[in-house]
């Protein structure tokens, strides 16, 4: 595994296993049928709960097939779990991977926007009904990564693994997350994709916002509105030099991508599609593709009125007035959510193996603001510029765009990738007692040393006295926490605010446990408890779970490369390492990390505090960038390394300790050269682990455990940004090197090795 500042020039991406479940049917040559003839497999909605909506048809799947592996997932998952399943076992198959023997050189990356939802509906469903509370019978099947849970053990994937929950871009930024870890040389294969499942109160929230239609969907044209549908949808990506020795069939490869932030809206896009434009132009400079390389874009073609026109515009402005041909999939499955982007990816790639364009389904003349080349009917020969864009939007402001190759590889002069190192420039911290980086500093203590005094006081938080401009009215207080944190992590680095409205090319990744609670029991007691009628929508746009990343890139105006994930317990620790390796990538100059947990009454005596609402955010900086500026650097990241939960029941200890010695490796360190060890270390088997590395190490393992609750989320990472972010922390010795790490319960590790300071 390599340092993010190592980044392999000309690594190649091909995908060579594809595999689905849809409403088309199981299996992708069902996909494949339907999509080549344009033919809507949309089917009437039954259940009667519903029957007053405007929505009538959906893209139901009506039989999942079940897979062998499924026995190691355990009792009752959520049905987007088993989509998932399917699915996946289809794309490994098709690799050639299903049996093969799986290491740490591959990984995973899962997507999702709804996630668990059906399982989270039926504990609320239960809570009206009786005085349990929500979560208290089946915590591991609620969460949002409990799909790349299943996955990874299924399949035994020990690799990193992650959780892409950018909502209905989620799948497309997925596979960008993954082509970043194999050309950074982390991993050589990956099992990549989404999946949802269809949920009446999703429905209803939609339905409620008018964007439904009564007819079966046809975007661009007319009816106007959307029709959901459910699908699990995986890729296998690998090396082009993995796939060759393997003698494996290259489906297509994958040439760029690109990720924005429209910063403008909860739910609707820019009317003026500057966001798409970002993204869609981002993924061809990935590719160092012009424009005219395009010959067809898979878009994402909701069928609303003002998706419809925005991406229109956006299309437009990118490829000109006579720009590639255009269609829209989801006229066929329906809006799958999370898994739109990877189905509307092999639905094309399956059209172009059989050399004909897909046509958007019901479609029959362009509405105003929509005119495009619009693909319209069946039969239409793939064009000689044979390389397609698939683009995705998403509540939130997230927009993702991928360009790629159908077919093998072809042998072509390798470009060059600049090798970034990357460094920390800002910290900033919110905790429910204060944000003052001093006093903080001054409660730190090695791992098990009781804490001595009055706890951490301080002022609440008031954004206004940050940076007046800001309006923290209508804000959350997980929302508000991350811009606090975002903005004092700014201000450390010396690096002027951005203005909201303006757009900066500074990215955003922020890293959740799950969706914003107070949205969730709003929106779904007021539809259960009101028999799905819906009187108010003031819940619904926030209930996907990247709605603090958006909140996030309104206030502070960030139009950069934009991710959310949700890691489970240490999210912010995975997620500050999948942050360097998108820095490292060249997919931003500087990007803010920002890992937040929202405080809940039903837990709040365990978190020891009155409210458990925190965020730890970095400034991270290619070293170039940082030298221009002149910026002070607090720390140089110098390996990441990352373990999944699929493993074979090793001794998690011993484990962890290889995966050290790893990231120490990667680092050219030695365990002597460590100084200080931080983490969120529960129970203490994570620092005996350490110790088995090297049993002379002598370090110290700090925590601000008991000061602040646990952070679920950023636990690790607050205490790594108060050791980095003070300027003087007691009992910290000379030795340069620090060691983050986070382990959880449900078995993810990861080691970030940093260094005090500028790189020599």
């Not at 609320?124 to 005085?131: F, Q």
């Not at 019978?137 to 994937?157: K, M, T, V």
């Not at 590719?287 to 998706?307: F, M």
């Not at 074979?648 to 050219?668: F, H, N, P």
Request: overall charge neutral; glycine content about 12%.
């Amino acid at each position: 595994m390599n340092a993010p500042d190592q980044v392999r020039a000309g690594r190649r991406v091909v995908v060579t296993g594809m595999g689905v479940v849809s409403s088309a049917g199981v299996g992708c040559a069902a996909l494949a049928d339907a999509a080549a003839a344009g033919r809507c497999t949309l089917t009437r909605i039954s259940d009667q709960r519903v029957a007053h909506f405007r929505a009538r048809f959906a893209g139901l799947v009506h039989a999942i097939p079940s897979v062998p592996e499924q026995a190691a997932v355990g009792s009752a998952p959520d049905r987007h779990v088993l989509l998932a399943l399917a699915a996946a076992a289809e794309a490994l198959d098709d690799a050639g991977l299903r049996a093969a023997p799986r290491g740490p050189r591959m990984g995973l990356v899962h997507a999702t926007c709804s996630g668990p939802m059906l399982t989270i509906e039926q504990e609320y469903a239960h809570t009206l009904r009786g005085p349990a509370g929500p979560g208290s019978s089946r915590p591991e099947s609620r969460r949002y990564d409990s799909g790349a849970l299943a996955l990874s053990r299924a399949f035994g994937i020990t690799g990193p693994v992650a959780t892409v929950v950018t909502a209905c871009s989620a799948s497309t930024c997925a596979i960008g997350t993954a082509c970043d870890l194999i050309r950074a040389g982390l991993i050589d294969c990956a099992l990549v994709g989404g999946a949802d499942a269809f949920s009446l109160t999703t429905l209803a929230g939609f339905d409620a916002l008018r964007a439904t239609c009564e007819g079966r969907c046809a975007p661009f044209s007319k009816p106007i509105g959307m029709c959901l549908g459910e699908a699990g949808a995986y890729v296998v990506l690998e090396t082009l030099e993995s796939a060759r020795a393997r003698g494996a069939r290259q489906r297509a490869e994958i040439a760029g991508y690109g990720s924005s932030n429209d910063a403008y809206h909860c739910s609707a896009p820019d009317p003026q599609g500057r966001g798409a434009v970002l993204a869609i132009r981002r993924a061809l400079a990935d590719g160092g593709l012009g424009p005219e390389a395009i010959g067809y874009v898979n878009a994402h073609g909701t069928g609303t009125e003002s998706n419809d026109k925005a991406e229109s515009r956006a299309l437009r402005a990118v490829f000109g007035e006579h720009g590639p041909a255009v269609s829209a999939t989801k006229s066929v499955t329906g809006h799958c959510l999370g898994a739109a982007g990877t189905l509307e990816l092999i639905a094309s790639l399956l059209c172009a193996e059989r050399n004909v364009l897909p046509p958007t389904a019901n479609f029959t003349a362009a509405r105003e603001g929509c005119a495009l080349a619009h693909v319209t009917g069946p039969g239409t020969v793939w064009p000689a510029a044979r390389t397609l864009a698939s683009v995705n939007l998403a509540f939130g402001g997230h927009d993702a765009c991928v360009a790629v190759v159908p077919g093998p590889a072809e042998d072509s002069a390798v470009r060059s990738l600049p090798a970034e190192g990357v460094v920390v420039t800002g910290c900033g911290v919110v905790t429910p007692r204060t944000i003052d980086m001093a006093a903080l500093a001054a409660r730190l203590r090695p791992f098990g040393q009781p804490q001595e005094g009055a706890p951490v006081a301080g002022p609440g938080l008031d954004l206004s006295t940050l940076d007046r401009r800001l309006d923290p009215r209508g804000m959350d207080s997980a929302s508000a926490a991350a811009v606090a944190a975002g903005i004092l992590a700014l201000r450390q680095a010396g690096m002027p605010l951005p203005r909201a409205g303006r757009g900066s090319d500074l990215g955003l990744c922020t890293h959740v446990m799950h969706a914003p609670l107070w949205a969730e029991a709003a929106h779904l007691r007021a539809v259960l408890a009101g028999d799905y009628h819906v009187d108010h929508l003031t819940a619904f746009p926030y209930v996907v779970a990247n709605a603090v990343n958006g909140v996030v890139a309104r206030a502070l105006g960030l139009t950069g490369h934009n991710a959310t994930f949700a890691l489970g317990e240490g999210a912010g620790a995975t997620g500050l390492a999948l942050a360097c390796c998108a820095v490292g990538a060249g997919r931003a100059p500087a990007l803010l990390s920002i890992a937040v947990d929202e405080g809940r009454a039903d837990d709040t005596a365990d978190r020891g505090n009155p409210d458990g609402t925190a965020a730890a955010g970095f400034l991270l900086e290619t070293g170039s960038g940082a030298r221009a500026r002149q910026a002070a650097v607090l720390a140089t990241v110098r390996a990441v390394a990352f373990a999944g939960p699929g493993g074979s029941g090793r001794d998690r200890a011993e484990r962890l300790a290889e995966l050290v010695r790893t990231a120490l490796s990667q680092a050219g360190v030695t365990p002597r050269d460590i100084g200080v060890v931080c983490g969120d270390l529960r129970g203490g088997s994570e620092f005996d682990a350490l110790r088995r590395v090297a049993p002379e190490l002598g370090v110290r393992a700090l925590e601000l455990e008991g000061i602040l609750g646990r952070g679920i989320a950023c636990g690790a990472t607050l205490n790594l940004a108060v050791l980095l972010g003070a300027t003087r922390v007691e009992g910290v010795g000379e030795r340069k090197y620090i060691l983050l790490h986070m382990g959880s319960p449900s078995g993810y590790d990861t080691v970030v090795a940093l260094s005090r300071g500028p790189s020599a």
